[in-house]
């Protein structure tokens, strides 16, 4: 009995113990198979690395106020060199790929500074490529191109191929590595090229072991000479700003904003690139690849530009300047803006000559030389004097401080005798003048009676509260004008000239913007392109612009109606008449002559319409254009293209919007 009851005792023992021994297997199969399956599954495929590489995200689109395209994506087809599927005939992958593109006369990526023919040497003005070569060749300061030559042909290993074609596939097998090429960075061969060409290379994709054909967003322009100097451009990363961009998540093949809105918006039209990871094995091979992140297209910037406006303005300028020319006239370029009266929102800043983004790089040199300077943003950094334009200004200054009463009149006798020592002359003989008559007939001896009145401290003082001489806050660059900075209030030469708007010189933007400030009343905005930043699909809006109030011009209603209804008086019955006299709308203005030594004198305009309820201010400066009234029409198209094109309608190439 005692032995029955030991054997049934470890019966039991054993019994628990197995029991035990299957929940821990089973608990342990359930971990494996359910739990944690993906880690062992990762286990049990044999990989042994994970890595990932870049999906690129689209750019943001960029366009007008009224949503139409000015700056979008189009599908288009790069060859890509994908380094997780690289074999060992990567030199006869390359001469394949290099023959092929010039079968078909299309360009590839070389950025090795050697020459492209026997005998081989440093390209010139290469100086800090070579230095990079050099250094990527850990070779000698001294090292001749010959040099170079050799240490590529043993490091990548031709000797079997000829001279020539040596020279292709190590300037491709270079930019590789100047590319930081991995997995992580693959190697764009050749951008943009053509269908055909895309065909062959797919044809041909069982020879090419690593390279693709991939599909990928291309900026385009709806109109590549609209408001080019404004809209910019895009283009690669300089090796300067390589480690900066880098440091940022960029890849070396990124295409950035480089001026104009697309510099100034880079953070929010670059978008999120997305992420394809790659599972290795032990010899590097690819096990398989997902995509585990999900690019994100760029952000939509609404601009504050108006395509009609803009379009009639470069137009227009054309027109005027080439019907000046036909006349026998000096006139060689112009420029005009338009902002809105209550927020300084620039509707439209159009110049001539312009030129085509399109062709731009092809044609730079001639550009660059081209004396009328077609790259010039005239609208924001062309710096004039703004002539008889001025005078408002001084208007309001001087009834402001009680140094002219409505009602006086002043007798112009045409020259100015105050002062011994500069006595300059007035364009007629006006005789007795109020301010209404003096700014519609512009005449300069009532001016420099005003000016002598204020003196010049007080004059600049006024000057800047309109924002002359003054950055105007807009994002594209602009200039901040020559203002001169008198010492005293004192009196001279000096102050008589920058009384009709000699001496100091200030931009067609700040121009527009004084005259918006006038018009409204004495509110001066910061000048802004941007109405707002949206999601790619406008669903969202991220950023919005509110006007921005820089300062306000103390004017009594008495004295700045009295100024309005002298610009008024311009274009019923003054010197603007001829441009304006019969519009349909009562248009407030002011013409201006503004001299330049030695040549023709230029043409200057400013306007704010409608009269009574003003909503657009404008100014057009035509460089050596004689006149005033000759860039009245300018205004006059501009004015048309507000208030009377259909700009409001839907355009064919309004952006899908979602509605919630």
């Not at 006869?92 to 081989?120: F, Q, R």
């Not at 991939?214 to 100097?229: G, I, K």
């Amino acid at each position: 009995m005692p032995f029955q009851r030991k054997s049934q005792t470890q019966l039991t023992v054993l019994s628990v113990i197995l029991i035990i021994t299957i929940l821990l297997f089973t608990s342990r199969i359930y971990s494996i198979q359910i739990t944690n399956a993906e880690e062992f599954t990762d286990k049990n495929d044999g990989a042994s690395a994970v890595l990932t590489s870049v999906l690129k995200a689209p750019r943001g689109e960029i366009l007008d106020c009224y949503g139409r395209q000015i700056a979008i994506n189009r599908d288009g087809y790069n060859i890509v060199f994908n380094k997780a599927y690289i074999g060992d005939n990567l030199n006869d992958v390359i001469l394949t790929l290099v023959n092929l593109m010039e079968s078909h006369g299309a360009e590839w990526k070389d950025t090795l500074p050697l020459t492209y023919e026997a005998p081989y040497s440093f390209k010139a003005d290469s100086e800090s490529d070579i230095d990079k070569m050099l250094e990527i060749l850990e070779l000698a300061h001294y090292a001749t191109a010959e040099n170079c030559f050799n240490e590529m042909v043993e490091r990548y290993e031709l000797e079997s191929y000829t001279t020539e074609e040596m020279r292709k596939i190590m300037g491709i097998r270079y930019s590789m590595t100047a590319a930081d090429f991995s997995i992580s960075y693959p190697f764009t061969f050749a951008e943009d090229i053509p269908v055909e060409l895309m065909r062959k290379v797919s044809e041909s994709s069982f020879r090419l072991n690593g390279v693709t054909v991939d599909v990928v967003p291309f900026r385009e322009y709806t109109d590549t000479s609209l408001a080019v100097n404004l809209i910019g451009s895009v283009g690669p990363i300089f090796k300067e700003d390589w480690e900066e961009y880098k440091a940022k998540g960029y890849s070396y093949d990124d295409k950035v904003g480089k001026s104009g809105i697309e510099k100034w918006g880079e953070e929010y039209l670059r978008g999120t690139d997305g992420e394809i990871t790659y599972r290795l094995d032990t010899e590097g091979n690819i096990i398989s690849k997902e995509v585990t992140k999900e690019p994100i297209a760029g952000k939509t910037i609404m601009l504050t530009l108006d395509k009609t406006m803009q379009r009639k303005a470069q137009d227009s300028l054309s027109n005027i300047v080439r019907e000046l020319q036909s006349k026998g006239g000096s006139c060689i370029a112009g420029t005009a803006v338009a902002v809105r009266i209550d927020s300084a929102q620039v509707l439209c800043a159009a110049n001539y000559p312009t030129y085509d983004s399109a062709t731009m790089n092809k044609e730079y040199e001639a550009l660059a030389s081209n004396p009328a300077k077609p790259l010039t943003n005239r609208a924001f950094q062309g710096v004039y004097p703004i002539g008889s334009t001025i005078k408002p200004i001084v208007a309001i200054a001087a009834l402001e401080n009680n140094k002219y009463a409505l009602g006086e009149t002043i007798k112009c006798v045409r020259n100015y005798a105050f002062f011994a020592d500069y006595q300059p002359d007035c364009m007629h003989y006006h005789g007795h003048m109020n301010l209404k008559m003096a700014l519609s007939k512009s005449c300069n001896y009532f001016f420099f009676e005003l000016g002598r009145r204020l003196g010049a401290m007080t004059l600049t003082d006024y000057f800047k509260q309109f924002g002359l001489g003054v950055k105007t806050g807009v994002e594209v660059d602009d200039a901040k004008g020559i203002i001169i900075e008198p010492k005293s209030n004192g009196v001279g030469g000096d102050t008589l000239q920058i009384s009709i708007g000699q001496m100091n010189a200030f931009t067609p933007l700040q121009l527009a913007n004084y005259t918006a400030t006038l018009a409204n009343g004495g509110t001066h905005y910061k000048a802004t392109l941007i109405d707002s930043v949206v999601s790619y699909n406008m669903s969202e809006t991220y950023k919005e612009i509110s006007p921005e109030v820089v300062n306000t011009v103390n004017m009594s209603d008495t004295n700045l109606s009295a100024v309005k209804e002298g610009m008024l008086s311009v274009t019923v019955d003054g010197t603007g008449r001829a441009a304006l006299g019969d519009y349909p709308i009562r248009v407030g203005g002011k013409t201006g002559t503004s001299q330049v030594q030695g040549k023709v004198d230029h043409s200057v305009f400013v306007a704010f319409a409608p009269f009574d309820n003003p909503e657009i201010a404008i100014s057009v400066v035509l460089e050596h254009g004689n006149s005033g009234y000759s860039a009245g029409s300018v205004v006059r198209d501009i004015l048309d293209a507000y208030f009377y094109a259909e700009s409001n309608s839907p355009a064919e190439d309004m952006p899908f919007v979602v509605l919630d």
